[in-house]
Nanobody
């Protein structure tokens, strides 16, 4: 079984930055591709960024390109989402997710999910 625990969310003003972390346990971290998703009230869960298990394949949603960056530290079993130039429309619950090997943008493709961390961006 795989456990994912997110942290780092909070309240920030527009233009500010946050770094989310997701620690994985229960399975070899290197075999998992990791993704970040978000879900705002009344909206569907959407892909934000993903990174393959070797870290050589990275994808970001168009809405966050140039502002957000995903990375991973396999020695710490941790994936990060650095979020810069935050906008009020980035407000959502952010989820970490895992699946075997390769990145996918469809949330139904992921087998494991964290509990989520709230990010609120004030204008």
């Amino acid at each position: 079984q795989v456990q994912l625990v997110e942290s780092g969310g909070g309240l920030v003003q527009a233009g500010g930055s946050l770094r989310l972390s997701c620690v994985q346990s229960g399975r070899t971290f290197r075999s998992l591709a990791m993704g970040w998703f978000r879900q705002a009230p009344g909206k569907e869960r959407e892909f934000v960024a993903g990174i393959s298990y070797f870290g050589n394949s990275i994808s970001h949603a168009d809405s966050v390109k140039g502002r957000f960056g995903i990375s991973r530290d396999n020695a710490k079993n941790t994936v990060y989402l650095q979020m810069n130039s935050l906008k009020p429309e980035d407000t959502a619950v952010y989820y970490c997710a895992a699946r075997p090997l390769t990145v996918a943008v469809n949330p139904s493709s992921y087998d494991y999910w964290g509990q989520g961390t709230q990010v609120t961006v004030s204008s």
